[in-house]
């Protein structure tokens, strides 16, 4: 059963592996387990030179930089001196090459409403608005909240502000007036980028509207700009707020990128912490931008013909790196989806892989088991033999609904990249590499080139094969987080002061006899049942792998006798909530994993709750296992409604 270590257990039995077909492997540019070993270990040796080495390759310098890292830990600078611009590299390096007229983003709305923009459209539409932004005032340094639906227009307010060295703060659309006033004001915000409403499974979401709730708390706010895009009323305060459109009415197409420093802010982006106030990490230019578009070249495989649809929202850090700068930056065509997966109707992203023959596909879990609770109809509907290569992010994924994705979407052809990396981290580290690493359902498989982790007990001590630990980075990276705005102590608290030279991830993992790492769960989330520490994902992945369980989540709670027992709470499929079904359940575990990790408490639940990015929210579920109310920032809660539910059901 379980291999009993000195940190968590490990109690996850998956052995299938899935080697790239010799076809996929063929054709990549790398193509071979020994050519990604020869790649790691070259890195491995020498990382600074290494990644210097691909910082004068693959961006644009206007002045050359003189020293590739200053690391005076936990502060790192990266190709120091340098002088370069993101949305240059990722618009003006194309201009005269073949990409010049090639698409960069296919855009669909909700409605079913269709954009195309090149990448010499695109040039021109960012120039123009980086015009704009200035005319309001915008310059170096100043902090932009943008609060907007996934339009053009969000992407190119990005690549706008970076043109001109202003600081990005991208929102996502779904968070309240008090989200974005604490955010406005723990950047002071200068401007904030709106539109008058975005599309919403139907309904328009009336984000100005927000907006204005929200300027009510933020004193630093000047302007706002409104695109429009739902055409619903919006109310337009004087000399404070400016119709998008009008803006740009007025300024031309000329707005060279301006030379910035290696290290000047990107972009700050929030995110929620487990508890307290939103954090807002920091990312600079060069060495994100670097690490945006090496990461999207290498895991996905990314050739110039691909249409490549990245899911996420420009609102998360998915979003930034492998939506608007990694896929740009390589000369990629990006597909942009406004809406959500399930309008008209539950079969809507395959009709856009369908329609736009996309390439590859990456998207998250959760999405992955509301199309499998959905059904196979909606998806043999459609004709997806165009898609040669699958990802996932967010979180882990559990092996039969990894089996799913692998059978049903990619008709057993396609790899399957799973990819493990964090907002901190600027961009994915560990993945397979899609022709040479052969894959295993829930493992993220290897480190990228060029990092470094170690899995390490609570003394900092290397933990041995298949013991779990906490997953640390030993050796800083181009694309890391440079600081918690304004929190300095927080950044250092976190990240650096567990294990001293290493950066804490936060999630326990573990690596196994061929190398692959298996991420566990926050450290926060362990189970320590009479001793045992057992991983969150473990037990969930056992309750998914019965065919009555579409999600299932699993906490700690208190006991006198073990000190604490298990707790999960579980969504059906093709099944009614019975309690012989409870039984069977618990059962089930004990069968997969063994007698310890048996739940206690089973609950049916007709959904869980998520963070809006798609997280299970498990320190709720320990409050409610507990009985215990929930304390600390619910702010980023997706359906509060859940919850009430949940509580009205104690055991
Ligand atoms: O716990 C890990 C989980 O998501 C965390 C990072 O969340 P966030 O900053 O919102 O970034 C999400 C997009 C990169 C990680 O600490 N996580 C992310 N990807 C995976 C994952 N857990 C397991 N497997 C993954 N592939």
């Not at 779904?174 to 599309?199: M, P, Q, Y």
């Not at 119709?243 to 197409?253: C, E, F, Q, R, S």
């Not at 309008?343 to 199309?371: C, S």
């Not at 003394?459 to 990276?477: D, F, K, R």
């Amino acid at each position: 059963m379980s291999e009993q270590t000195g940190g968590i257990d490990n109690v996850m039995q998956e052995t299938r592996l899935f080697p790239p077909s010799e076809e996929f492997a063929s054709a990549a540019s790398i193509g071979s387990l020994e050519a990604y070993q020869q790649l790691y270990d070259q890195a491995k040796a020498d990382p600074v030179a290494f990644w210097g080495e691909l910082g004068q390759q693959e961006l644009h310098w206007f002045e050359p930089f003189n020293e590739i890292l200053q690391w005076d830990e936990p502060y790192a600078k990266w190709f120091v001196g340098g002088k370069t611009n993101v949305s240059y590299n990722c618009l003006d390096a194309h201009l005269d090459t073949e990409r010049r007229d090639k698409l960069a983003i296919i855009w669909e709305g909700e409605p079913g409403d269709k954009r195309t923009l090149t990448y010499a459209q695109l040039h021109s539409e960012v120039c123009r608005f980086a015009n704009a932004l200035k005319s309001v005032g915008v310059g170096e340094g100043d902090v932009v909240s943008v609060y907007m639906p996934m339009v053009p227009e969000l992407a190119i307010a990005m690549l706008a502000c970076a043109r001109i060295g202003a600081i990005h703060s991208v929102i996502f659309g779904g968070f309240s007036a008090e989200s974005i006033a604490d955010r406005n004001n723990d950047a002071s915000a200068k401007v904030v980028l709106t539109a008058d409403g975005g599309w919403r499974r139907g309904k328009v979401l009336e984000l100005k509207k927000t907006v204005d709730e929200a300027l009510e708390k933020s004193p630093t706010v000047e302007s706002v700009i409104v695109l429009k895009r739902t055409e619903n009323a919006v109310e337009m305060v004087e000399g404070r707020d400016y119709w998008w459109h009008d803006l740009l009415d007025n300024v031309d197409d000329d707005c060279p990128a301006k030379p910035l420093d290696s290290e000047a802010p990107l972009f700050i982006l929030y995110t929620s912490g487990s508890t307290g106030k939103p954090k807002g990490i920091k990312h600079t230019t060069a060495g994100y931008n670097l690490y945006a578009k090496k990461t999207f070249e290498w895991v996905f495989d990314h050739r110039d013909d691909d249409i490549y649809w990245c899911t996420a929202d420009c609102g998360w850090i998915t979003g930034h790196s492998y939506i608007v700068y990694g896929p740009l930056s390589a000369g990629a065509t990006a597909l942009m989806y406004e809406g959500a997966p399930n309008f008209p109707e539950e079969d809507r992203f395959w009709d856009l892989v369908e329609k736009h023959q996309v390439t590859i596909l990456y998207t998250a879990p959760t999405a992955i088991r509301a199309f499998i609770k959905w059904g196979d109809h909606h998806v043999e509907k459609h004709d997806l033999s165009s898609l040669r290569l699958l990802g996932t992010v967010g979180e882990g994924i559990n092996p039969e609904a990894w089996i799913w994705y692998h059978e049903k979407i990619g008709s057993e052809r396609c790899p399957i990249v799973d990819t493990w990396w964090q907002t901190e981290t600027g961009g994915i580290m560990m993945s397979p590499l899609p022709g040479a690493i052969a894959t295993k359902p829930g493992s993220c498989t290897k480190p990228l080139p060029g990092i470094i982790p170690a899995i390490v007990d609570e003394s900092g001590a290397p933990v041995g094969q298949n013991q779990g630990g906490w997953l640390v980075m030993t050796h800083p990276w181009p694309g890391m987080l440079r600081g918690i705005w304004g929190d300095d102590e927080r950044f250092k608290d976190q990240y650096w002061s567990a294990v001293p030279g290493n950066y804490l991830a936060g999630d326990n993992a573990r690596c196994d006899e061929d190398g692959y790492y298996w991420i566990m769960g926050r450290i926060d989330d362990v189970i320590n049942v009479s001793g045992h520490r057992l991983s969150t994902i473990e037990v969930e992945s056992a309750l998914v792998s019965h065919p009555s369980v579409a999600e299932a989540a699993a906490v700690g709670r208190k006991d006198d006798l073990k000190g604490q027992a298990i707790a999960v709470f579980v969504t059906v499929v093709g099944a009614e909530p019975t309690e012989e079904l409870k039984q069977e359940l618990k059962q089930h575990v004990r069968n997969e994993i063994g007698a310890l990790a048996q739940p206690d408490d089973v609950r049916f639940t007709n959904a869980l709750p998520k963070t809006r990015s798609g997280k299970i929210m498990r320190r709720l579920l320990k409050d409610i296992a507990e009985g215990t109310e929930s304390v600390g920032d619910t702010s980023t809660l997706e359906d509060y409604s859940v919850l009430a539910q949940l509580r009205a059901q104690d055991e």
